[in-house]
């Protein structure tokens, strides 16, 4: 709007494209007093939000779960995550200092930690390859190959390093009901781990490498439990995807 801008001869120095970052400063400025009244209730409710998702159990964590996928496309999801992996939730460890979030409790030795983590390993590691098979195996047969070269290596960053998002844009936008699928099974996955003997952490993201080093761990709880659910998830994710997409004809 403003990259064209003319102002006086005296002023000429800072028209044009140089009164861009000007005008951008002051509209910064105008918002960040509008926001210092405007956030705080807006935090709050994000507390309080957390809050609840501690302490309703397995509705917390489905809730988390799934709504972890549904924000991931405007990348919302980093303020959920923030907030229940960094913040809510107290525990004190054996030196006596007070540490917060899922993440750092679990790793803190906190037993009751571990909850809002542990689900998204058998979704990260299998649930979503096996719905890039399902894609490959009802792909066009003149467009397979294409297909596999796209699917077989954002099935690869997901088992490996837990790096979810080349394969869920590949479809969210696509076929949008494939993926509020995709995120009520990660809330369901999280559900179940929760009231599961299973625990498990991650310092990055849920993929093998995590569960591998976690697996080492001697604060993990029953890690091999990740293993079956995770073959649960592979047959669950490659039939329903399978079905919908013959069913429905998706792209």
Known sequence: KYHDVKLPDVLGFFGGKRFVPIAASVASIVMALVFGYVWPPVQDAIHRVGEWLLGAGLLGAFTFGTLNRLLLPLGLHHVLNSMVWFVFGEFTNAAGAVVTGDLHRFFAGDPTAGVFMTGFFPIMMFGLPAAALAMYVT????????????LLSAAVASFVVGVTEPLEFAFMFLAPWLYLVHAVFTGISLAISAILPVRMGF?????????????????????????????????????????????????
């Not at 190959?145 to 796209?150: E, F, H, P, Y």
């Open 139 to 150: 792909a066009k047969t003149k467009r397979r190959k294409v297909a596999a070269g796209l």
């Open 203 to 251: 310092g990055f993201s849920a993929g093998g490498l995590d569960l591998l080093l976690g697996w080492m761990n001697p604060l993990a709880q029953n890690p091999w439990i990740i293993l079956i659910m995770g073959v649960f998830w592979f047959v669950v994710y490659f039939l329903v995807f399978r079905f919908l997409i013959l069913k429905f004809q998706l792209k």
